[in-house]
C-alpha cells in the first residue's frame, strides 16, 4: 500500500472515522499506516486490514451493512486465525448469497483442510 492509496472503513465502532467512507492514505512504514480522519487529523493504524480495505471509489457499495457489527471486529475480538475467521465468514454469509448448499460444501472442504493442517503441525 502506498501513499495516496483510497482505503474503506468496514468498521463501524471508531471514533473519528465513518463506516463506509473513504479515506487517503497519506503516510506509512513497516509497522503503521496513517489516514486523515474526520476531524483533520491523522491517525495511525498498526492493523490496517482489520478495519480498511482498498477502494477505488468514494462510494460505499450497497452490500455493506453491518448494522449487527462487523466480522472482521468479532473475529479480531476473538483472536481467530485466518481458517476460523473464513469458516465463520462463509456460515454467516451462505444463506445471503444464493447458493447455499455450494457454500456450506466448500465451508466442509475448508474444514477438512484445516483439520489436515492442523494435524501435520
Known amino acids: ?30 509497522s503503521y499506516t496513517w489516514i486523515v480522519n474526520d476531524k483533520g487529523q491523522e491517525q495511525q493504524f498498526d492493523t490496517i486490514e482489520l478495519y480498511f480495505e482498498e477502494s477505488i471509489t468514494d462510494e460505499a457499495p450497497s452490500h455493506y451493512n453491518n448494522d449487527n457489527g462487523s466480522l472482521y471486529l468479532f473475529a479480531h475480538q476473538h483472536g481467530l486465525n485466518a481458517y476460523e475467521f473464513d469458516l465463520v465468514k462463509r456460515l454467516v454469509r451462505c444463506r445471503k448469497k444464493g447458493n447455499f448448499v455450494q457454500d456450506l460444501e466448500k465451508t466442509k472442504f475448508l474444514i477438512d483442510l484445516y483439520l489436515q493442517e492442523w494435524k501435520e503441525r
Open 1 to 30: 500500500m502506498r501513499t495516496g492509496t483510497k482505503l474503506r472503513c468496514i468498521e463501524k465502532y471508531f471514533a473519528n472515522v465513518t463506516y463506509g467512507k473513504v479515506y487517503d492514505v497519506v503516510k506509512q512504514n513497516k
